[in-house]
C-alpha cells in the first residue's frame, strides 16, 4: 500500500523540481527543440494542393524544394546548414501583440527643392501591390544578385532622373491609431519582408526556410512576404511561385512579382534602386495597414539563420533604432572578407576598411583602423553606430517609406557623389530624421550554404555570441547616437576618393 502511495506523494515534489528548472534556465528556453527539430506542418499547410510544372523545375524537383524550406524531410539531400533552435525568450517582445515602445517623431528636415524632377519618370513599377502570381515589371533581367559592394565600371549617367523623396502626410488607413483598429490588432502587418532575388534557387531551403520559421514565431497574421524575382534560368520563380498556398494557409500577407530590369545596362545604380524599391511598392503605395512600429526585413540572397533575422529585429526595438544592418563576409581566399565595403560607412564618415588606389584589399582584415571607439565595439561584438550600411540584411522603419522614402540614384547636376543606392538611401534617412542606423556584429552572414556554415563557425551563430558575450547583461549594447559625420567618402572607383559635405544636393539651392 505504503507503494502505490509512493508516486502521488512524490509528484507535486517532481512538478516543482520540473518548475524551479525550466525557471533557472529560462533565457535558454527554446521555441523548437534543440536536439529535435519539429518540421513545420508542410502537409496540412498544402492538403489540397498539386503543385504544377513550373517554367523551368518539374513538379517533383520543386516540391522538394517546398519540403526543404519547411523542414518537413530533415534529411533532404539539398544544402542547407542546421540553425540554431529560437530563443522563445529573448525574442517573446518580438511577438504580435507586443508593442516596442514609441519613438520620438522625427525633426522635421528643410523641404526638398521644388526643382527635384518627378517620381513619375523614374523607371516603372507595377503601379498595385498585387498577390497575384508572377507579373511582368519592365522590359529588361534581374542582375544576379542586388550586391553593391564594388564600384561598377559603367559609370555613364543615363536619362533616368533619380526618384524624389517628398514628404507627404502618412494616411490614417496606413498607421492608424484608431480603437477599432487597435482591437483588431491582427489585420496589421508589423513584419513586412522584402527581397530580390535571381538565380539562387539552392540557397531557398535556409533563406526563405528562416524567414518561414521566423514568422512562424512573430505571428503569420502580422508579417507579409514581398519578393521580386528576375526571370531565373535556375528555376528560383517556379519554387517561390509555389510557395504562395501554404504561405496563404498560414496567414501570411504574400506578394510575388517578376522583374526584366536588366541592371548590366544603362545606369546600373538607377536600375538597382528600381529593384529595391519594387518589393516596398506594397507599402509606398499604401495598400496595407501597418502597425505603428512596423519594421521593413531586407534581405539579400544570404545564407541566413531564423535568429540572425530575429536579432536584427530585436536590436532595432532595443536600441531605439531606425536602422539595424548585419555583417556581410565573402571568402576570397581562406579567411573570410568583409563584403559591403564599397557602400558601408562608419559614423566618422570613412569606409569600413582602407583600400588604396591600386585597389588591393590587403588591409581588409584591419577594420575601422581609424576609428578605434568602433573598432572596440566590434570587438567586443556590441552594436556600434554607422553613417551607412546594408550588408546583406537590414531591418529599418516602414515609416519613412510610407512617408515618400525611396531608393535612388545620385543628383548629379548637383554635384552628388556617384554612389551605390543603400548609401543613398542612408543618406536621405539621415536627412529626414532617421538618423539611428546601427550596425549589429553579432549577426554574420555570407551568401551561400557552404560559407555561409563556414562564417558561423568562425565567429559563431547568434545565441552562442549573445550567450557568451552578455550573460543577461546587455545594457553595454547602448549607443549614444551621435549627428551625422561632416563629411562622407566618397568612392566613385577605387582610383577617385575624396570626402564630401554629408548632406550634398540635398541642402537649398543646389539644384
Known amino acids: 500500500m505504503r507503494s502505490r502511495r509512493l508516486p502521488l506523494v512524490a509528484a507535486p515534489f517532481i512538478f516543482l523540481l520540473l518548475v524551479g528548472s525550466l525557471y533557472l534556465s529560462r533565457d535558454r528556453l527554446s521555441w523548437f527543440p534543440s536536439s529535435q527539430r519539429r518540421p513545420m506542418a508542410y502537409k496540412q499547410l498544402s492538403k489540397g494542393h498539386v503543385v504544377q510544372d513550373g517554367a523551368v523545375l518539374p513538379a517533383r524537383n520543386i516540391s522538394e524544394y517546398l519540403e526543404a524550406i519547411y523542414n518537413a524531410r530533415p534529411h533532404s539531400r539539398l ?28 525633426s522635421s528636415p528643410p523641404e526638398p527643392p521644388s526643382s527635384w524632377p518627378s517620381e513619375a519618370s523614374s523607371l516603372p513599377l507595377f503601379s498595385t501591390a498585387s498577390t497575384s502570381p508572377a507579373v511582368s515589371l519592365a522590359s529588361s533581367a534581374l542582375p544576379s544578385s542586388s550586391h553593391s559592394s564594388s564600384p561598377p565600371e559603367d559609370r555613364s549617367i543615363s536619362t533616368l532622373p533619380p526618384s524624389t523623396t517628398p514628404f507627404p502626410p502618412s494616411p490614417r488607413s496606413l498607421f492608424s491609431s484608431d480603437s477599432k483598429a487597435d482591437a483588431d490588432a491582427d489585420v496589421k502587418i508589423r513584419y513586412f519582408f522584402a527581397l530580390d532575388l535571381r538565380n539562387c534557387v539552392t540557397l531557398l531551403p535556409r533563406l526563405i526556410g528562416s524567414i518561414i520559421e521566423a514568422m512562424q514565431f512573430l505571428g503569420p497574421r502580422s508579417c507579409a512576404l514581398s519578393i521580386v524575382e528576375g526571370d531565373s534560368p535556375d528555376g528560383t520563380g517556379d519554387v517561390l511561385a509555389a510557395l504562395r498556398p501554404s504561405l496563404e494557409a498560414l496567414g501570411v500577407t504574400y506578394f510575388f512579382n517578376s522583374s526584366t530590369v536588366r541592371s548590366a545596362e544603362g545606369n546600373r545604380i538607377a536600375k538597382l534602386a528600381a529593384l529595391r524599391n519594387m518589393p516596398l511598392e506594397p507599402i509606398a503605395q499604401h495598400t496595407l495597414a501597418l502597425a505603428d512600429d512596423a519594421s521593413v526585413i531586407f534581405l539579400n540572397d544570404v545564407a541566413a539563420c531564423p535568429e540572425d533575422i530575429l536579432e536584427l529585429v530585436l536590436q532595432r526595438q532595443r536600441l531605439g533604432a531606425d536602422m539595424t544592418c548585419a555583417m556581410d563576409w565573402t571568402y576570397a581566399g581562406d579567411d573570410p572578407t568583409f563584403y559591403d565595403v564599397w557602400i558601408a560607412r562608419g559614423i566618422n564618415g570613412d569606409s569600413f576598411f582602407h583600400i588604396p588606389a591600386s585597389g588591393s584589399w590587403a588591409d ?64 536621405d534617412m539621415w536627412w529626414r530624421g532617421y538618423g539611428k542606423i546601427a550596425v549589429v556584429p553579432s549577426v554574420n552572414l555570407e551568401y551561400t550554404n557552404k560559407n555561409g556554415k563556414r562564417i558561423k563557425e568562425l565567429k559563431g551563430f547568434v545565441s552562442d555570441v549573445v550567450r557568451a558575450q552578455h550573460d543577461g547583461d546587455e545594457s553595454e549594447d547602448r549607443i549614444e547616437w551621435a549627428g551625422p559625420p561632416d563629411t562622407v567618402l566618397c568612392m566613385p572607383t577605387w582610383k577617385d576618393q575624396f570626402f564630401q559635405r554629408w548632406n550634398k544636393s540635398l541642402t537649398e539651392g543646389e539644384m
Open 79 to 106: 544544402p542547407k546548414f542546421e540553425c540554431p533552435a529560437i530563443n522563445a525568450t529573448r525574442y517573446r517582445s518580438l511577438k504580435a501583440g507586443k508593442a516596442s515602445p514609441k519613438r520620438p517623431a522625427p
Open 364 to 427: 581588409a582584415h584591419w577594420l575601422f583602423w581609424n576609428a578605434p571607439a568602433t573598432r572596440a565595439r566590434l570587438e567586443r561584438m556590441q552594436p556600434f553606430q554607422a553613417f551607412a550600411c546594408w550588408n546583406g540584411a537590414t531591418v529599418f522603419s516602414a515609416r519613412p517609406i510610407a512617408e515618400g522614402l525611396r531608393f535612388r540614384t545620385n543628383h548629379h547636376k548637383a554635384g552628388e557623389c556617384f554612389q551605390g543606392e543603400p548609401v543613398l538611401f542612408c543618406k
